[in-house]
Nanobody, 115 residues
């Protein structure tokens, strides 16, 4: 059984920062991909940033230069540092893990960027 617990969302003004965190537990294979997706109301869930256990990174074009993803392989945690937040970043953010060729999701954390 694999579980993801994500946290760190909240309300922030435009230009502000937030840090999301996610901890994975269970039968975690050492070679995997973790990351973050987001879903705004009425829209599909889209990838924000992913990082493999070997350190390969991918970012959505809309967040490049503003968001930074990092992970701790020993503790199976992943973080998303979000700077320069914009109203269009408002969404529910979901932690993601691809493990043993299966996708797992956290419960989601709300990020709202508004003045």
């Amino acid at each position: 059984q694999v579980q993801l617990v994500d946290s760190g969302g909240g309300l922030v003004q435009p230009g502000g920062s937030l840090r999301l965190s996610c901890a994975a537990s269970g039968n975690i294979f050492r070679i995997n991909t973790m990351g973050w997706y987001r879903q705004a109301p009425g829209k599909q869930r889209d990838p924000v940033a992913t990082i493999t256990s070997l350190g390969s990174l991918n970012y959505a074009n809309s967040v490049k230069g503003r968001f930074t993803i990092s992970r701790d392989n020993a503790n199976n945690t992943v973080h998303l540092q979000m700077n320069g937040l914009k109203p269009e970043d408002t969404a529910v953010y979901y932690c993601y893990l691809n493990n043993w060729a299966r996708d797992y999701w956290g419960q989601g954390t709300q990020v709202t960027v508004s003045s």
